[in-house]
């Protein structure tokens, strides 16, 4: 996840997910880039929004942040085709859509 670091109007990516990546890479995983993909969501809210959806200075999410970040896993995770996961989403993950792809930039 990422950390509320901004810099010129955007969220820091760090190293840590990169090096994920590159380990799910090597052992053959799945990879979801959830630090990307939050980071993204954030810069589309702002700092002032935000702000709240963070416990601490920078690192630490409050609850309302994390419920996004929980369900930016569940839209994620039903874009998956096939999705081998759907029977075991709960009726709050369910009502959420598939997140659509979005290539790197």
């Known amino acids: 996840m990422p ?3 901004w810099k010129d109007g955007k969220i820091v990516r760090d190293k840590y ?3 994920a ?7 053959g995983a799945a990879f979801i880039d959830l630090n990307e993909i939050i980071a993204r969501k954030y810069e589309a809210m702002g700092p002032e929004k935000v702000e709240p959806l ?5 690192t630490h ?3 309302e942040g994390a419920e996004i970040n929980a369900a930016s896993v569940i839209e994620e995770l039903k874009s998956l085709k096939p999705n081998p ?3 075991y989403f709960s009726a709050k993950a369910s009502a ?8 790197r930039v």
């Open 54 to 58: 963070f416990a601490d200075e920078h």
């Open 21 to 27: 990546e590159e380990v799910a890479k090597q052992a």
């Open 96 to 103: 959420l859509k598939a997140a659509e792809v979005v290539p």
């Open 17 to 19: 997910a990169r090096w």
């Open 85 to 87: 996961l759907a029977a």
């Open 3 to 5: 950390r509320k670091t």
């Open 61 to 63: 999410t409050s609850w």
